[in-house]
């Protein structure tokens, strides 16, 4: 780890979220002003880590996308450029989604 990166105090939040366009598929304009809102929201009001992870320690720039029934997170470290793949099973998510459009 670099002296710079040792040096400033961890940034635990998140700058970036992106959906990926292939497997997130944009379905209409109210949706898609949703969404919007929705990472506004997160972005502006923020704390995230990763558990672990001393050589990244933010701020993250957060990647989602959907496989297999899978939600698929791609993590990175915007001072460090470290990465973390996380994936998680959409299955016990539904019925809390139920209302929602994915």
Excluded: W
Excluded at 33 to 59: C, M, N, T, W, Y
């Amino acid at each position: 780890m670099s002296t710079q990166a040792a040096s400033r105090p961890p940034d635990f939040r998140l700058v970036d979220v992106t959906l990926d366009s292939n497997s997130i598929v944009t379905r209409s304009v109210e949706i898609e002003i949703e969404r919007h809102k929705a990472i506004s929201d997160i972005l502006a009001d923020s704390r995230f880590g990763l558990v672990g992870a001393e050589k990244a320690q933010g701020p993250y720039r957060l990647h989602l996308s959907l496989a297999a029934d899978r939600l698929h997170m791609q993590v990175n470290c915007a001072a460090t450029n470290e990465t973390a793949r996380i994936e998680l099973s959409m299955a016990p998510l539904r019925r809390h989604l139920s209302d929602y459009v994915i």
